[in-house]
């Protein structure tokens, strides 16, 4: 399984764009980059999942390099309902059960 | 409309007494999880399921027990043996080919 390394924490202002950035060395060929967000007492919510280049949905981008060991989250002019914790997963297509989440990064964003 | 429920959202109980909290999905997904949160930490995986009739211990399973009679429920068994069993617990569900995990919305157990 694939370790997942992020910031604690981070700290933003509204309408900046913030790029939160998770290493994960050792991923597989067939292991996709899912990105979380949790608000306090509820369960974490997806974001957006890539395999390779870049992904971009409604909410956010994800950036993936062609070596594909690290992958940047990009929240496009935050305001204050983005502070959160954001979780990395690292995870294959096949339906291996053991998923596990790393510590995660709590983003701060101040007025 | 699909999703996961968990039940009760809040749960209080005695030391010493087992409790169980329960997680329903309506997704059709193999996969299910259970996963406790502590205060200010990150999800730890307590059980996994990928399939009915079949379980794997995850990385913090002592003092919990689980099982997966039917594909739509997982429900969690907090023993008398875990020895500080307070925390907020995620149930989630995953369906096939990288799917997504999908969250219920938790619950919260004090034991006093």
């Known amino acids: 399984l694939a370790k997942t390394t992020q910031p604690i924490s981070m700290d933003s202002y509204e309408g900046q764009e913030v790029n939160i950035t998770c290493s994960h060395n050792?991923?597989?060929?067939?292991?996709?980059i899912t990105w979380y967000q949790q608000f306090p007492s509820q369960g974490p919510r997806f974001i957006i999942q890539g395999y390779k280049t870049k992904v971009t949905n409604e909410v956010a981008s994800l950036f993936i390099p062609a070596d594909r060991k690290s992958s940047t989250l990009s929240l496009p002019r935050v305001s204050l309902s983005d502070t959160a914790v954001y979780y990395c997963l690292v995870a294959n297509s096949s339906n291996t059960g053991k998923l596990i989440f790393g510590q995660g990064t709590t983003l701060q964003v101040k007025p | 409309d699909g999703g996961i429920t968990q039940s009760p959202k809040y749960l209080f109980r005695k030391e010493g007494q087992n409790v169980t909290l329960s997680c329903e999905q309506n997704l059709n997904h193999d996969a299910m999880y259970w996963y406790r949160q502590d205060p200010g930490q990150g999800l730890r995986l307590i059980y996994y399921s990928q399939i009915v009739n079949d379980f794997q211990k995850g990385d913090i399973a002592e003092g919990y027990s689980v099982s997966r009679e039917k594909k739509e429920s997982f429900p969690l068994t907090v023993t008398s043996a875990q020895k500080n069993p307070t925390a907020f617990y995620l149930c989630?569900?995953?369906?096939?080919?990288?799917?997504?995990?999908?969250f219920g919305p938790g619950t919260r157990l004090t034991v006093l």
């Open positions: 989630a569900s995953r369906g096939p080919g990288g799917d997504t995990q999908y």
């Open positions: 050792n991923i597989a060929t067939n292991d996709y």
